[in-house]
């Protein structure tokens, strides 16, 4: 099973501030790594897929990057409704897993 | 417009049994592999089972093989998840996701809770 690992759990920021998440893999995924994110209450939403790609309606503001073991998701400016929990997520391998999460909070 | 809509959730004794629903409108699931995802109370995303568009390949989580069956009915348009020999770490919402894209869950429904509890 791959594991997806997410840095930090927590982080705290303010709008307008620019913030970078992480998520490592245990193996290589290639590019096929996704992100989501869940607000309370809430289903979670795709943001990025196979890395990078933006998935549809999704703002500028959010941007994807790595491949292999390590991934970046970064939101350029943070707006107030961006503060949720991001999960990353690996399609290479069966099964396909999610990381525990990141929680982007208001600082 | 994309929708999905779980229904079927409910309380459950361990070891019973329970079929969820998932009702899809402004697409044909027949077109595109289907997921179940669910979320315990407080807790990440865990992948449960999906299907492919063929609806021969399925494919589930190593704790849910044996016990839970995917399946849809095209003239209904509907995906099912039916669910035996439940546990108590059964107990979570499920989603019923559409993959637009192979394997990433590009629309979501509103989650139905299943509870598994004597």
């Known amino acids: 099973e791959v594991v997806l690992t997410q840095s930090p759990a927590t982080l705290s920021l303010s709008p307008g501030e620019r913030a970078t998440l992480s998520c490592r893999a245990s193996q290589s995924v290639s590019i096929y790594l996704g992100w989501y994110q869940q607000k309370p209450g809430q289903a979670p939403r795709l943001l990025i897929y196979d890395a990078s790609n933006r998935a549809t309606g999704i703002p500028a503001r959010f941007s994807g990057s790595g491949s292999g073991t390590d991934f970046t998701l970064t939101i350029s400016s943070l707006e107030p409704e961006d503060f949720a929990v991001y999960y990353c997520?690996?399609?290479?391998?069966?099964?396909?897993?999610f990381g525990h999460g990141t929680r982007l909070e208001i600082k | 417009e994309v929708q999905l809509v779980e229904s079927g959730g409910g309380l459950v004794q361990p070891g019973g049994s329970l079929t969820l629903s998932c009702a899809a409108s402004g697409f044909s699931i027949s077109a595109y592999w289907m997921s179940w995802v669910r979320q315990a109370p407080g807790k990440g995303l865990e992948w449960v089972a999906n299907m492919k568009e063929d609806g021969v390949g399925k494919y589930y989580v190593d704790s849910v093989k044996g016990r839970f069956t995917i399946s849809r009915d095209d003239a209904k348009n509907s995906l099912y998840l039916q669910m035996n020999s439940l546990r108590a770490e059964d107990t979570a919402v499920y989603y019923c996701a559409c993959d637009y894209i192979p394997n990433y869950f590009d629309y979501w429904g509103q989650g139905a809770l299943v509870t598994v509890s004597s």
């Open positions: 997520q690996q399609r290479t391998k069966w099964p396909l897993t």
